[in-house]
């Protein structure tokens, strides 16, 4: 018995092969291939981007091509998507060291996800029975970039600490997981969650979590130095929070029902996002002796009301309402990041290198809570008859269905969505701390050498040559920093 544990032992703490030449390219390769195949038997154009438009235009008596769904979703979807690939990938190279995984590396999952996702959700939510082909739009396109957001957010977890590999696998299940508990969320219980504080933060931060707790390292402290961030990185970061936040009320209004529901979802997004800067800024401020801000703070817990706002969108919380959601969720992911996250670490052992727990999983379920709340007390005086209709979509065999126990129900699915991301992400952990994935050795985490073949410093090679400052006669050197 003890030989075994010896060698089970051995071959978990193995010294650490980076080199992903081999393995890296099979996955890519294979997983292209395997998407070429799917796409080929199952995917098909839908009606609206099929070129039989121009005879279901007649058919169904449509005057204009304007009708077409396509020129309604993707101002939407061409915002969601540079949140996608610009916001999110900007925002992770905080790094001092690690600026290319985390652009890089974004944009692998990324696109990889999309394709996955357009698979696993058509079918689920797409697939024509009769035909078994799945029929994909615009709306396909920006569901899919949904589902790739919630494994962006778990990567944030990890950040620095896996190999590409890793994150391919890691993408492969998250997509699925998320297919799976979007159907139970969305179809099953019939919850609304347009713009994912259920579905997409709460799912995608408790996934990353679980995978980073199964995967905790001891030794981390060996790469302590490149932990940190320096000017350009926080400033590389704070182009991505800039981005997320310009476009956050497109993410959560682009799959909204017509008309007021994307408004309305718009608006309520707009002014939580104001709400969770100044009192980001306040509690970063307060926190310090000095009263200097945090860049940790406000790259991250100014997002905090989009998320917490994404459930609760198109309902009718009212203005005021919207102000004090970003008002609460600017306090307590600050306070995650002063209080909370030290904690996780030092008790939990799980080591979150972007603060997704605070960012994402702690708005996430106010939003799940604000939203359960404000279904269950909606009235027919607030939102019309047929309002209440359209805006919990009442329809078919939930027609019977009341606010209160819709209420019910968008609380059950909050609790899907932990269940989810804290269960799927225990199990892919484990799958991932098999040592054949080319993981970084701890003293090697955080380094885009280790992946990436890295320029030589800038610095290096212009060694001797004068700041360019110096030929400004608009500034000078500063004594203390010749010093």
Avoid at 32 to 40: K, N, R, S, T
Avoid at 245 to 268: E, K, L, V
Avoid at 374 to 388: F, I, N, P
Avoid at 389 to 400: H, P, S, V, W
Wanted: aromatic share 14%.
């Amino acid at each position: 018995m003890g030989n075994c544990n010896q060698g089970f032992k051995d071959y978990f703490c193995r010294p650490k092969d980076t080199n992903v030449r081999f393995k890296l390219t099979f996955v890519c390769f294979v997983w292209q291939i395997a998407m070429v195949i799917l796409f080929g038997v199952f995917v098909r154009y839908d009606d609206e981007s099929d070129a039989h438009w121009v005879q279901n235009m007649a058919q169904n008596n449509i005057t204009s091509a304007v009708e077409n769904e396509f020129y309604y979703r993707y101002p939407s979807f061409q915002d969601v998507h540079v949140m996608i690939f610009v916001g999110f990938g900007f925002l992770m190279t905080f790094l001092k060291r690690y600026s290319f995984g985390a652009v890089g590396f974004n944009f692998l999952i990324a696109a990889f996800g999309l394709q996955w996702a357009l698979l696993m959700q058509g079918w689920f939510h797409s697939l024509d029975p009769l035909t078994g082909k799945i029929y994909i739009g615009i709306e396909n396109l920006i569901n899919a970039d949904f589902c790739v957001a919630g494994c962006l957010i778990a990567y944030g977890a990890v950040l620095g600490k896996v190999s590409p590999v890793q994150l391919l696998v890691m993408t492969l299940f998250g997509v699925t997981l998320y297919a799976v508990e979007e159907y139970v969320i969305l179809d099953l219980l019939h919850a609304i969650d347009n713009g994912g504080s259920m579905v997409i933060h709460v799912f995608g931060g408790y996934y990353g979590l679980a995978i980073s707790w199964v995967l905790y390292r001891p030794n981390l402290h060996k790469s302590q130095n490149l932990q940190g961030s320096v000017y350009h990185s926080d400033t590389f970061a704070m182009i991505g929070t800039l981005f997320l936040w310009m476009f956050w009320p497109s993410f959560n209004s682009a799959t909204t029902y017509h008309g007021d529901g994307q408004h309305r979802a718009a608006i309520n997004t707009y002014l939580c996002l104001t709400s969770s800067v100044l009192t980001t800024v306040a509690v970063s401020s307060f926190s310090q002796k000095t009263g200097k801000l945090d860049m940790v703070h406000i790259q991250n817990s100014t997002l905090a009301g989009g998320v917490a706002m994404g459930t609760a969108a198109v309902f009718m919380i009212s203005p005021y309402g919207a102000l004090i959601v970003g008002f609460c969720c600017g306090i307590l992911s600050t306070m995650g990041y002063l209080f909370i996250s030290p904690c996780l670490e030092k008790i939990l052992k799980i080591h979150d290198t972007c603060g997704i727990h605070n960012l994402h999983a702690m708005p996430g379920v106010v939003g799940g809570i604000v939203g359960a709340v404000t279904a269950a007390s909606a009235s027919e005086s607030v939102y019309g008859k047929q309002g209440l209709i359209q805006t919990f979509d009442f329809t078919g065999k939930f027609k019977d269905r009341t606010v209160s126990a819709q209420g019910c129900y968008q609380a059950a699915g909050m609790c899907v969505a932990m269940a989810f991301g804290i269960g799927g992400g225990a199990i892919v952990g484990a799958i991932l701390r098999f040592p054949i994935w080319g993981d970084p050795a701890d003293e090697n985490c955080y380094d885009d050498h280790v992946y990436w073949e890295v320029p030589e410093e800038e610095e290096n090679q212009l060694e001797g040559v004068p700041p360019i400052l110096e030929y400004c006669n608009y500034a000078t050197n500063n004594p203390e920093d010749e010093t």
